[in-house]
């Protein structure tokens, strides 16, 4: 027997793990730095890594009132009721679950090229077609209103990432008004705050709220996740903010127990693990800033934990840096062959990381570099 026609699906592709790739290359793993999936230098919250250890006896229960406590104190901290959060496994589970409270068979959903495939992939696993608009390269990848309205023909779903992956960019609340309410009535726009910590800019909540001037509106829903500013990537642990109007339909489409006792005890230490947090977006201004300033290529601005550079050729250029132990994103699976992403890692990860990149850069990719910057 075979699976349905998955023909239309592809794989998704993480950046490789240190491990991984010291055992490819027959070399020590402390020889490596990772700086390609965006995770925290500053490892976990230490208060969750104790609320970890200290739940660890209890795992053989399922995780009722955990669970209930961290939807409390994520709809505590963004001012909303806790039926408007839903808690999940990692922000990809969360766009799950609006893939299956949104999507009939053959709905569309409206995806940013570069973006982040998870929004793709997800859709057609529920059924759904994907349809894309494309972010310009000469607009440094603004998710303007002219852009996604254009593209936009009755999609179920548009997906506004901000900040962007992997550009950085972000998109104004206004813009983002703009683009509800000129899309349909039944067309929910998801802005996905992956990233939203590092970023100067307020929060999609205050539009399904009708906070700081805007209106009220129950087509907007909000994405976060525990896996970048706090450093919960290992554990899975995410939430989507929704419209209180149709908030109740959670019930009707999670997965039972949708995070576990042990990612919820940690997300409710790590949501008053303030110190950390703020440590971690100090780190990642500097850095960023940093690799701005020093790298010798283009560098987008970037409001994430992360920058992307026109490097010419991306493949050639983040094999050469890994070899020399700097592990970075090559952009080619992003639709993006010209371009790396780099993380914001410690200070001396970021030294060493510019260091290496421009020697590589002088190395291997002078003339190839003339290409992309023309
Ligand atoms: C990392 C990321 C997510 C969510 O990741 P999880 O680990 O599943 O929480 C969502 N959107 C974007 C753009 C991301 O980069």
Redesign the pocket.
Known sequence: MQPRDLSDHVAYEAGRGIEEVARELGRDPSEFIKLAS?ENPHGPSPAAAVAIREAASSVSSYPKSAHTDLSAAIADRWDVDPSQVWLA???????DYLSRAMLEPDDDVLVPSP??A?YGMSARFHHGDVREYELERAEDFAQTPETVLSAYDDDRIVYL?SP??PSGSTVDLADVERIAEETGDDSLVVV?E??GEFADVDSAVALLEGRDGFEARDDVAV?R????AYGL?GL???YAIVPEEWADAYARVNTPFAASELACRAGLAAIDDDEHVERTLETARTSREYMREHLDAHVWPSEGNFVLVAVGDATAVAEETRERGVIVRDCSSFGLPGCIRVTCGTEAETDRAVETINAVLEDVAPESREVSEA
Do not use: E, Q
């Open positions: 965006n496994n990692g922000g990809d589970g969360a766009i973006g982040f998870y990432t962007h992956n996905d992956a990233y994405l996740t525990f896996s970048k990537a899975r642990l995410g």
